[in-house]
Every structure is written in C-alpha cells, then in structure tokens.
C-alpha cells in the first residue's frame, strides 16, 4: 500500500476488541508487555502509521497489517512504533567499569589472549550501547596486548537498526563519553552547524548489527558467547517470558560467561541457572548444564515424556527416532523415542525381542503425543516440532548397502505424520551413519547434538 500525503482524517477511538487483538500478537510475536492500560499509548503510536496510509480506522489497519501485503511491507513498521528504544551512550556506566576491572581479566586469566573474545549486545536498539563497548574493548587492547573481540548487535526493530549502522549521532547525545574517547573515537561532521557526530570507522568494524527476535525459538547464533549484554529489554516482557529469555541467552552463553541485564532487572526469583557476581551482573558456572539445578532424566527407547516443568532429557539414537515438540505460549513440551515406524508392520517380528508397547512405533507415539498436548489445550499447530536420529547402523562396507535401512524407514514414517497433521517442522537432523545424543531442554525447546563417532562414546557426557 503506497503511503499517503493526504490530509490527515479523523481517526475514531480504537474499540477493545481491536486493541485485544493488537495486544496479543504483540504479547505473543514480540514478548512486549500490553496491558488495557497501554491502550492509549498504543493508540498514540499507530496513528502516526494510519495517517501515513490513509487509513480511517484501527480496524482497516489491522486487516492491512496482517494481509500478505502487510505482512511484508507493514509490520516491520508497526514493530518499529511498538517497541521503546530509548538507550544512551555509556548508559549504567558501572556496568562498563565491572567489565574492564573484574570480568576480563577473569576471562584472560582463564582463556589466555589466543582467542577472540565475543559478545552479544541483545536489544541493541540504536547502537549507542555496543559502541560505548567497543570503544571500551577497544582501549583495553591497547594496554592488554593481543586482548582481540567481537560484538554482535541485534534488535527487532529495523528502523534502530538502520540508525545504528549509519553510527550518526547528535553531538549532545556524545556528552556522556568520556572526553578521552570522545577524542579518539568519533569524527566530527565536516559542516559544523549540523551538530552531528560520527563513530570512527574502526570502532564500527568491530560491530556487527543484525535483526533478531529474543521471542523467537531459533536465534540462528552458532557459537556461543563469551558476555552478554541485554539491558533494559525484559522489562517490557511478562515474568514468563523473561524466564523464556533468559533461560534462551543462558544457552548461548559460553561456561564462565556473564550475562550483564538491566539495574532494574534483577533475575532474583527467576529460575535460571545463572550465579550473581555483581548488582544485575550474573555468571554461568564453567561445569554448565551439569551444574544447573534443573533435573536430568534419561528417556529410554520406547519411552514418551510430557513435561511442563523445567527438565533436561537425556536421549541416545541410532536407527531410532526422537520426535520433541514444544509450545511457547504454556512452555510445555514432549519427547518420544521411537524404535520403529509401524506396529503393524514390524510388531510380530521384533515385540520379542524389544518388548512391546504403544511408544515403540512411530505411527502410535506421535499421535499420543499430540493427544497428550492436546489435553493442556494446545493446539498441533501452535507446536515446534523437531526430529533427530534414524541413522543406519548397519552400514559397514558401501558396496552393499543396508537395503531396508530402519532409520530411513523410521524417518519417511514421522515426516508422513508430520505431514498429515499440519504440523511444522522446524529442525531436523537425520540419517546418516552415526549415532546421535541429544538434550532436550523442555522450557525452552532447545536440543544440544552431539554425534557418536563409536560405540565407545555412548556413555560419555553429551
Ligand atoms: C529500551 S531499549 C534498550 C537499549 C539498550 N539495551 C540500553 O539499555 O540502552 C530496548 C530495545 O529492545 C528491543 N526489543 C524489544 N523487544 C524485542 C524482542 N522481542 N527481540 C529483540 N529486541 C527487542 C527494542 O526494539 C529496543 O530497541
């Protein structure tokens, strides 16, 4: 829809049952906080997009928001209305001198300088933030020499992002760095009556900016990091989705990380596996998943675990598959170990030998798993579905293959399921000729990997 120069119309009162609407995708897409008392805020926010449009109505906007069309072009913008993006350079300055006088030279102590030291500045909004951390990083290279790093940057919305690249800033809003680094690290527009400041070339490189949604199940962040930065961010999400995120970042955080949140966010009474060192400053134990609090069960073969409390399931696959299933919304998850795709099929012949049981087969776990998810009122299609294992064990010399390879069998028999309800698949690692362990993370959904090279590692810590 092309934006509109014409006069501004009169916009009627957005009705409860549109700003209902509005505040739950906002709750649920965005994890932001939207109570009936921030209908009016809302309101003020939206007008400026309706006008834009020429738009005479909530309702119309609404629609437009969430067509196809909108989808695209819109709700970029609309989240780039709803989100507050006040930030500040050196912002909570005690945080930066923690960094340089406790935290790194812990991390040098433990890693030495050969590695390059990561962050993650989570909620980045318009760069002030990871800048006024390069530029700290960048000075403490220059008296710890070989201290190297990197800092990724992300936010949801587009607009700060665009900001933050450009790395043009209002000369006043420079004041709260110090003068030192004023002086070393930002240029000076070359017309001086526009006031305006620019962040050195070097100190940009160091920062990579990026669009990510904390909501969102998959961050898509191979590695993980050493420090994290997500300051002023959950404030504005609900108590279980700040757990959600905070449990998420905890995952990405190397052992012996720390994890820097807002002065007003402190995680006391949260369950996160996460030991405070400082005011808002919080650090992961270096022996990790081991070390959290959260019980470890062990899901045999055949078996099928529906949880709605925090809980690491430990699983071994071979030909075997594992089907885990996670909803957001009520933070429940499930997991089958299935050996087989089809009692029918395979129950005569093996039920001897592996005992028999509805969670044995494919065909059978996964749709009492469903049913199971179903009973807590969750609907399959509002579930993130994964599937791991179905290697072939069997193979040992390539010129004469496993000609009915069970694990490929096990995997065609979940992804016809999967097909047949609607449901989506959000990751999958299959096949192949090696084994598979995996944790399943029933709070957050997430899976560590680690493929079995031989027999001898199916006992070894995952
Ligand atoms: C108040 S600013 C804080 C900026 C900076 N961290 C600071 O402390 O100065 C919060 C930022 O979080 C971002 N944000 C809000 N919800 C988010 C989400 N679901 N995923 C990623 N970023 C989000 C907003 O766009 C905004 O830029």
Redesign the pocket.
């Known amino acids: 829809m092309p934006e509109s120069t014409a006069r501004r119309t009169i916009i009627d009162p957005m009705t409860d049952s549109t700003f209902s609407q509005f505040s739950q995708f906002i709750q649920t897409?965005?994890?932001?906080k939207m109570p009936p008392t921030k209908k009016v805020m809302l309101q003020a926010r939206l007008h400026k997009r309706l006008w834009k449009l020429g738009l005479d109505s909530f309702d119309a906007y609404y629609e437009y928001v969430f067509s196809p069309d909108g989808r695209e072009h819109e709700l970029p913008q609309m989240?780039?209305v709803v989100?507050?993006?006040?930030?500040?350079f050196f912002?909570?300055p005690n945080h930066f001198d923690f960094l340089v006088e406790h935290v790194l030279p812990k991390m040098i102590k433990r890693h030495g300088l050969e590695k390059r030291f990561t962050l993650w500045?989570?909620?980045?909004?318009?760069g002030?933030?990871p800048y006024s951390l390069a530029m700290v990083l960048h000075n403490y290279s220059e008296q710890v020499h070989g201290f190297k790093f990197f800092i990724l940057a992300?936010?949801?919305?587009t607009k700060?992002l665009d900001k933050a690249k450009l790395g043009i800033y209002d000369e006043e809003s420079a004041e709260p760095i110090p003068v030192i680094f004023r002086q070393k690290y930002l240029l000076r527009s070359k017309e001086r009556d526009k006031g305006l400041v620019r962040v050195s070339p070097e100190i940009r490189s160091f920062v990579r900016f990026r669009?990510?949604?904390?909501?969102?199940s998959d961050f898509g962040l191979r590695e993980t990091v050493d420090i994290i930065?997500?300051?002023?961010?959950i404030?504005?999400?609900n108590r279980e989705t700040q757990e959600h995120?905070i449990n998420k970042l905890y995952h990405h955080l190397s052992p012996g990380g720390y994890l820097f949140t807002?002065h007003s966010e402190t995680l006391n009474g949260h369950s996160v596996p996460l030991k405070a060192v400082a005011h808002t400053v919080y650090q992961k134990e270096f022996n990790g998943d081991k070390s959290s609090h959260f019980p470890v069960i062990t899901l045999k073969p055949a078996e099928l675990f529906v949880s709605e409390r925090p809980v690491i399931v430990r699983t071994v696959l071979g030909s075997c598959v594992a089907v885990t299933m996670y909803n957001r919304q009520h933070g429940i998850s499930a997991i089958c170990h299935a050996l087989l795709p089809d009692g029918d099929k395979y129950a005569s012949e093996l039920d001897s030998q592996t005992g028999s049981g509805p969670y044995k087969y494919v065909n059978t776990a996964i749709p009492i798993m469903l049913q199971r998810l179903r009973n807590y009122g969750i609907d399959p299609k509002d579930l993130e579905v994964k599937l791991f294992g179905g290697a072939d064990m069997m193979v040992t010399d390539s010129e004469n293959p496993n000609p009915h390879p069970v694990g490929q069998s096990n995997i065609h028999a979940v992804l016809k399921i999967i097909k047949a309800q609607h449901l989506t698949l959000t990751v999958s690692d299959v096949g192949g000729h090696l084994g598979r362990k995996l944790l399943f993370y029933t709070h957050t959904g997430e899976v560590l990997l680690k493929r079995i090279q031989s027999s001898t590692e199916l006992d070894s810590p995952l």
């Open positions: 897409e965005l994890g932001i989240i780039n989100t507050t993006n006040k930030t500040d912002r909570e500045c989570a909620g980045s909004s318009s002030e933030e992300t936010d949801i919305s700060v669009r990510l949604n904390l909501i969102k930065f997500c300051r002023n961010v404030i504005y999400f995120v807002g």
